[in-house]
């Protein structure tokens, strides 16, 4: 009764987004480059989307219109950590609190309205199978991160760049020219979360609408230890936990309690994980 | 502290966003507007309305806009209107009216507390009055004029209950605290009241953002409709927008609050829960005139001051769903009229 089909849709629905976003993070993690951008990268996403979708007509548009701005958009981080050397949590906390900012000032002088932006007829993503085409795309890109970081010769190079960025210069790899690629990467990934949230799990434009995901997204990365798979599983755990708490606030538990589930979930998965990795870790020092 | 759909951001936030936007933002500072004034020969009284937003389309200032020239009309006075595009300019045109030195400075909305308090200490002589919001401190001169908003939810409710065919209404609140459950509860007594079987339920946003989330507000229906409700008080800032596609998708009801939501989703919401600020804002100017300055006024169905879409004037052009029920309405306005003569007590469940 309590776990039933609508409960499992509805943490699916939560996840794609996070798990979008996540999955970029990921890939900045193992590149060396700490990516705490991705709500804002995914509201850059959220606005273009729609924008996007509104003036043409098609969803589609909006999508790849709104991969190719949060891509755009990431390139602050990748020139100002990467090139620049600056401070990666100043440039990604910047980032954020720009969006903020920029998608309310272009909501007004693009559409003439404050707060949201919604109209019946701005076209959303269409529904395959109970779930929007970029949910499947979520799911296929997990797998592929996978393969590619550790079986291909970019996702090896890219984990030595992260890990030994020197070493990997040595051997003639340009750690700048796989930063980047991974940065511009979570870009993508980030404007496609934004599109699915904006036009996928709501088909509107609202300020501030990430509302913190793009975080629950970086605690993904750390909680998943930045394995594509990983970072499924805690995005899972963070999808179940929000649908269970809604369906807890129905059994009559306070507000205040459900809205604690997703941390209190994650505080838990993060002692258990970490408990266990202790009792592994021998004196030779395991690498992760 | 409503839950308007006009208002998804917290001041806190916007100070953020302000400083994050600072080069953006001069452009727009500037446009500290004094969009209209009428006539300079008058009686000499004169009214300076300050909006916290453009007021463009918003409903809810358009009619504080209407008020205050009505007012100005009923007064044989001036009145002035200054629009404010973000926190600096709502403070640049606090400062501005206050230099004017107008015999009544009308405000709206809890953005303007904290600057109203500051100036009406500087400032003994000058008249304020404040709507849809208070300052903490009362002073002898900032009068404030609050809603009943449970009032309206209560007829709200009743309509669903009438509605209602699953028998199961529930809504869509922002947070669980007793000031917002002005916005459920008196729902579930509302529907309670015309069919005392009706199940109810509440679901709250909350989250990290509870006012802009519109994504989880959307789940919070879905879960709320997924137990057979099919009819859904949306009261979740940006969040109804969520609640409205979520009702729609599954063939069931929504209701709005402050202004008429119809038209963002025609053949879904029902109803709408408005604040008549024109109301407010012209007894509250009438008040202040008549030597009753510095008092709190709440309005309600009996002042006018709160009212359904379904019960003004032009609910035919309105796309609410309720215009095709005159039978519902009828019963309603039976309602309505008990509660304006106090025959039927709405709980308030902010009442301390």
């Known amino acids: 009764m309590f776990f039933d089909s609508d409960l499992l849709?509805?943490?699916?629905?939560?996840?794609?987004?996070?798990?979008?976003?996540?999955?970029?993070?990921?890939?900045?993690?193992?590149?060396?480059?700490?990516?705490?951008?991705?709500e804002g990268m995914m509201l850059m996403g959220c606005f273009t989307a729609v924008t996007t979708s509104w003036f043409t007509g098609s969803p589609w548009l909006g999508v790849l219109a709104a991969a190719l701005a949060a891509a755009a958009y990431s390139l602050i981080l990748a020139v100002g950590a990467v090139t620049l050397r600056g401070d990666a949590v100043v440039l990604g906390i910047a980032m954020n609190l720009l969006a903020v900012g920029l998608t309310s000032f272009l909501l007004r002088t693009v559409f003439g309205v404050q707060g949201t932006f919604d109209d019946p007829s701005l076209a959303g993503l269409p529904l395959v199978g109970g779930f929007s085409p970029l949910a499947y795309l979520a799911w296929a890109a997990v797998a592929v991160a996978t393969l590619v970081l550790s079986r291909h010769v970019w996702g090896l190079r890219l984990r030595g760049v992260g890990e030994a960025p020197q070493a990997a210069a040595t051997l003639g790899v340009s750690p700048a020219k796989y930063q980047y690629a991974a940065v511009l990467v979570s870009g993508v990934l980030c404007g496609l979360a934004g599109a699915q949230l904006a036009l996928g799990n709501?088909?509107?434009?609202?300020?501030?609408?990430?509302?913190?995901?793009?975080?629950?997204?970086?605690?993904?990365?750390?909680?998943?230890?930045?394995?594509?798979?990983?970072?499924?599983?805690?995005?899972?755990?963070?999808g179940l936990a929000e649908a269970a708490g809604?369906?807890?606030?129905?059994?009559?538990?306070?507000?205040?309690?459900?809205?604690?589930a997703p941390y209190v979930v994650t505080l838990g998965a993060l002692f258990l994980t970490t408990a266990r990795r202790r009792r592994r870790t021998t004196p030779a020092g395991a690498v992760s | 502290m409503s839950p308007?759909?006009?208002?998804?951001?917290?001041?806190?936030?916007?100070?953020?966003?302000?400083?994050?936007?600072?080069?953006?933002?001069?452009?727009?500072?500037?446009?500290?507007?004094?969009?209209?004034?009428?006539?300079?020969?008058?009686?000499?009284?004169?009214?300076t309305l300050v909006t916290p937003d453009a007021v463009g389309q918003n409903e809810f200032l358009k009619l504080a806009v209407d008020g205050v020239k009505a007012a100005a009309k009923a007064h044989d006075g001036t009145q002035k209107v200054y629009e404010s595009s973000d926190t600096a300019s709502q403070q640049q045109n606090v400062q501005a009216a206050v230099e004017a030195k107008p015999d009544v400075i009308v405000l709206v909305g809890f953005e303007f507390a904290d600057l109203v308090a500051q100036q009406a200490k500087a400032h003994a002589d000058q008249q304020f009055l404040m709507i849809d919001a208070c300052t903490t401190k009362t002073f002898k001169n900032v009068g404030c004029a609050v809603f009943r908003e449970h009032e309206g939810v209560y007829l709200a409710g009743a309509e669903a209950g009438l509605l209602s065919k699953s028998g199961k209404v529930g809504a869509v609140d922002v947070l669980d605290t007793p000031q917002f459950r002005r916005y459920s509860d008196p729902f579930a007594a509302g529907a309670r009241k015309v069919a005392a079987k009706t199940s109810t339920s509440t679901r709250f946003v909350g989250g990290q953002s509870p006012f802009d989330d519109s994504a989880r507000a959307k789940e919070q229906a879905n879960s709320l409709l997924s137990k057979g409700t099919d009819q859904i008080m949306a009261a979740a800032a940006a969040g109804n927008y969520g609640v409205f596609e979520a009702a729609k998708a599954k063939g069931a009801f929504a209701y709005g609050v402050d202004v008429n939501q119809c038209v963002s989703s025609p053949g879904t919401v029902v109803d709408n829960v408005i604040k008549r600020t024109d109301v407010a804002v012209e007894k509250g100017i009438d008040q202040v005139l008549g030597g009753k300055a510095g008092t709190t006024v709440s309005y309600g169905l009996k002042e006018g001051g709160i009212s359904l879409t379904g019960l003004e004037a032009g609910v035919d052009s309105s796309k609410c769903v309720i215009a095709q029920h005159k039978d519902v309405l009828t019963k309603v306005k039976a309602l309505r009229d008990q509660i304006v003569a106090g025959e039927l007590k709405v709980d308030d469940p902010a009442a301390s």
């Open chain 2, 4 to 47: 308007v759909s006009r208002r998804s951001r917290r001041p806190l936030q916007f100070a953020a966003l302000a400083a994050g936007t600072a080069l953006l933002a001069t452009a727009c500072n500037a446009a500290a507007k004094d969009s209209s004034s009428e006539g300079a020969k008058s009686s000499g009284k004169s009214f």
């Open chain 1, 9 to 38: 849709m509805s943490a699916l629905r939560a996840l794609t987004p996070i798990l979008l976003a996540a999955l970029g993070g990921a890939l900045c993690e193992r590149a060396g480059v700490f990516n705490i951008g991705l």
């Open chain 1, 202 to 238: 709501v088909t509107l434009f609202s300020e501030n609408m990430t509302a913190g995901r793009g975080w629950i997204a970086v605690v993904a990365v750390m909680l998943g230890r930045a394995l594509p798979l990983g970072v499924l599983l805690a995005a899972l755990l963070f």
């Open chain 1, 246 to 260: 809604f369906r807890l606030q129905g059994l009559g538990l306070p507000q205040q309690a459900t809205d604690a």
